[in-house]
């Protein structure tokens, strides 16, 4: 059943109050609830419904009396009086066979929930959406040493204890967490000096593994004082550490559950790109606690209301925290490989989607990222001071509200004085938009003439103009900036802006910042590439001509079997060597177009990309590197050693960014000799790990995978780095027998969706191997897509995306995709999450 925006209405009662009893059991739970329902003066009537599933109703009262309830699809209802009363319930539910991981679930002995967006349904009978807010007490029964839930402790004794949440909250925030654990325990004093204990949770073998997560948790907490001017409204936050988890995260209100991947890092254990996302993350979920738990959303539609501005936030946070520059370099390539990917595919849909089957298809890049890039043009358009008034206004107006796309924008017009309305259809219209640019001079006077133009999307077949915020600066031919950045508003199809006073043609640096999430559609020579590569004082755009010219070197060895440009060679050389850039940023501007990108570009082009030439060409021009920039990357594996103990400090992780890159080259032209040594003295898991994909690039690490699980098979985290590493690296023509082996590996956990996605999204990624011409492993993901179906649907329906872009493929390949998917649509009793998904995949 699909489910549409345009149908939304109020639910018929409010709730006053929750209180819930839990008697944990693993296969037998008990939950007790009484909830207070009123009429709801918004509502026009109708007939009471609670939504719930896979439970076993024991007893039902209303008002003390036993009532007859009517099961319907998905819930029941059941004749109420006319005025308040209580609903009293007592279900049974089986958290040990709960393996889809959604409602109260079991990990590891420990009892945990996920209940975002619709798992409250699998604990009791409730009005599960998220418009319906009420304060909860809850009390936890059960034999173990920890027993968690949202809100404040305020009583508690041998086998129990009871938690009040004084905050209204729908039922998707709720959580509970009982088990044998262990806490990293802290303070943090609040803005107004309120003191608030801090807890990371975790099992008694990973206490060492809380600082770094405690560290950015309390840095979280200051951040959204000083730049939001939010502070914390409990006495206690807790954090817990789940192994088996669907997604990163989950925002629960004071008691935040996470995949342990997302929290947990010791320098031994975890790489640099782990420790920053680990920051990342934890501020994300502490940002919710005003963005999305304060004020929440009206409807799953609305979901980028709070998902998409708490990204931003956390960007912002983290760009803080680290540099601007390289964070926004970070985020854009993470859009364009995982945004632009689906906005220009099937999967395309709107930042607010009008309808879904199933909304746990919905937790998407378009949702998440797409939605923090347009806060980004919003703040952009209306500067920082009309970005920090409408801000203000939004959390004094709302706070307490399940609000609206609508009442977001309206903050910003009220405290502006701006009107949104064609601003708004970034919200409704799905697709990337192209923007064309041509550039006149004539009597001092430069016209910039830009276009713009959104190509169909599933459902939507004309697309009108948008608010495009195009940020640009002018150069001189000598290098001098002659027009610092301005912000050009881009609202028709086509519209011209004009420059006075310019004396020769200047350099146009355009999308400075990537101040619009758009494909500029422009051909600029290779020599403009290489002045804005050398020139531009826009971090970004230097990089992003770098890349530029990459690409293109690329595409022509792709096609015409060019050889590698010697002026691009010689520009990396010296981007590599200019002491004055940032460690991190070099390492950046020498990583190479992913395959996927070039794929993406072909395609584009009206060429249908062959896998295995797109891998031969990359590592084609990565030896050309290697070998015309010998001695700058090995003066630079030497020169960024960073001296003294691991600290997972931006400065020293961008110096091992910068020396990775290197050895990375490297590598491919000393037979390993570096690489081997590196993996022997390595103290951190950035530097081994660097060391041991450095040598699977060269096919060369046998013994060293053999050392590496010896050394680190008692740890799941590391284990799953192991796993993924050889199912993304395998060579093309290994992928099947490697990923196969690696199935059937007495470690691979399939259950557990850490290691499912290490191995089958590993192989995915492994764009070469994946494609391979005999079709083996688009069949081997489909099985085990159909085999994971059945106990982890959530999982499974993410997972199909590895299928999305096979449109862009021959014949062949399309044709051995569209029956893998065809056998898993035919699969009987397929979920309702995977069946949209591939329903979807295969119309579009
Ligand atoms: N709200 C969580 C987060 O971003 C994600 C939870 C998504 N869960 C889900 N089952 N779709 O931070
Ligand atoms: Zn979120």
């Not at 949104?420 to 640019?437: D, E, H, N």
């Not at 050309?624 to 400065?651: K, N, R």
Request: charge should be negative.
């Amino acid at each position: 059943r699909t489910i549409y925006l345009a149908d939304y209405t109020p639910f018929t009662h409010v709730v006053e109050q929750v209180e819930l009893t839990f008697r944990l059991a693993p296969a037998t739970t008990r939950v007790l609830s009484k909830i207070t329902f009123a009429p709801n003066p918004e509502s026009d009537g109708g007939t009471f419904f609670l939504h719930g599933e896979a439970l076993k109703l024991i007893s039902a009262r209303i008002d003390g009396a036993a009532v007859e309830v009517r099961p319907v699809e998905g819930g029941l209802t059941c004749d109420v009086p006319s005025g308040r009363f209580v609903w009293e319930a007592e279900v049974e539910i089986s958290p040990e066979s709960n393996t889809a991981l959604e409602g109260l679930y079991m990990s590891n002995g420990m009892y945990c929930t996920q209940c975002e967006a619709e798992g409250f349904r699998k604990i009791t009978y409730y009005p599960d959406r998220p418009d319906v807010m009420a304060p909860f007490k809850v009390r936890i029964e059960g034999d173990l040493p920890v027993l968690l839930s949202n809100g404040n402790p305020v009583a508690q004794g041998e086998g129990w204890a009871e938690w009040v949440d004084p905050w209204p909250k729908p039922a998707y925030l709720f959580a509970l967490v009982a088990g044998e654990l262990v806490n990293h325990l802290d303070s943090f004093t609040t803005a107004s000096g309120k003191q608030v204990e801090l807890n990371i949770w975790v099992r008694p073998g990973d206490k060492d593994k809380c600082a770094f997560g405690m560290d950015a948790l309390k840095r979280s907490m200051a951040w959204d004082e000083q730049v939001y001017g939010r502070e914390y409204d409990l006495d206690i936050f807790n954090i817990v550490a789940v192994d088996d988890f669907n997604m990163g995260a989950m925002e629960n209100k004071g008691l935040n559950i996470f995949n342990s991947s997302a929290v947990l890092a010791s320098p031994e254990t975890a790489t640099d790109a782990n420790f920053e996302r680990i920051e990342g993350i934890i501020a994300h979920e502490y940002f919710h606690n005003w963005t999305g738990n304060r004020i929440t959303c009206r409807d799953w539609f609305q979901l980028c209301l709070k998902e998409g501005l708490t990204v931003f936030r956390d960007q912002q946070f983290t760009g803080d925290m680290r540099s601007h520059p390289v964070k926004r370099i970070s985020d854009v390539l993470e859009l364009r490989a995982r945004q632009f990917r689906e906005d220009n595919g099937p999967l395309a849909h709107p930042v607010r989607p009008e309808s879904f089957v199933e909304i746990n298809n919905f937790y998407t890049a378009t949702v998440y990222e797409k939605g923090a890039e347009v806060i980004g043009m919003l703040k952009t358009l209306v500067g920082d001071t009309g970005y920090k008034a409408a801000l203000d206004l939004y959390f004094e107006r709302h706070d307490g509200d399940a609000a609206t796309i609508e009442d977001w924008l309206k903050v910003f017009e009220d405290a502006t004085g701006r009107d949104l309305s064609q601003f708004k259809r970034w919200y409704s219209q799905a697709g990337t938009p192209r923007v064309g640019v041509e550039e006149a001079l004539s009597d001092g006077t430069y016209t910039l003439t830009l276009t713009q133009a959104t190509p169909a999307t599933p459902g939507q077949e004309v697309a009108e103009p948008l608010v495009i915020p195009v940020a640009v600066g002018l150069l001189s031919p000598n290098g001098d900036e002659v027009v610092p950045t301005q912000v050009l508003e881009l609202t028709e199809t086509r519209q011209e802006f004009t420059f006075e006073g310019l004396g020769a043609k200047p350099v146009l640096s355009i999308l400075r910042n990537f101040s619009a999430p758009v494909i500029l559609e422009r051909d600029s020579p290779n020599a403009e590439r290489a002045f804005l590569l050398a020139h531009d004082t826009d971090p970004f755009n230097r990089w992003e001509a770098g890349r530029a010219l990459a690409k293109d070197v690329l595409v022509r060895m792709i096609t015409e079997d060019a050889a590698p440009a010697p002026d691009y060679l010689s520009a990396l050389n010296t981007v590599a060597r200019d002491e004055t850039l940032d460690p991190a940023f070099r390492a950046l501007a020498l990583g190479l177009p992913s395959q996927d990108d070039l794929a993406q570009t072909l395609f584009e082009a009206r060429r249908t990309p062959d896998p295995l030439a797109i891998r031969r060409s990359v590592r084609a021009l990565s030896r050309a590197i290697a070998e015309h920039s010998g001695e700058t990357l090995s003066d630079l594996y030497d020169d960024m050693i960073v001296p003294g103990p691991y600290s997972p400090d931006a400065e020293a992780a961008g110096q091992r960014a910068l020396r990775g890159a290197a050895l990375g080259y490297l590598t491919l032209v000393d037979d390993g000799t570096r690489a081997r040594a590196q993996f022997e003295t390595a103290d951190n898991m950035t530097e081994q790990l660097g060391a041991l994909a450095a040598l699977l690039n060269i096919d060369a690490a046998e013994s060293e995978l053999a050392r590496f699980r010896a050394q680190w098979q008692g740890d799941r985290l590391v284990m799953d780095k192991w796993f993924g590493l050889q199912a993304s690296m395998a060579p093309p023509d290994q992928a099947a027998e490697r990923a196969q082996c690696l199935t059937e590996d007495s470690d691979f956990d399939w259950k557990n969706p850490n290691r499912f996605r290490a191995v089958i999204g590993g192989l995915a990624m492994n764009a070469a191997g994946f494609h391979a011409p005999t079709g083996a492993n688009y069949r081997l993901v489909g099985d085990w897509l159909i085999r994971l179906d059945p106990v982890n649907p959530q999982t499974t329906a993410r997972m199909t995306t590895a299928f999305q872009t096979w449109r862009r493929y021959d014949a062949d390949r399309q044709g051995m995709i569209r029956e893998v998917l065809e056998k898993i649509a035919a699969t009987e009793g397929l979920s309702r999450d995977t069946t949209e998904m591939v329903g979807r995949i295969l119309a579009g």
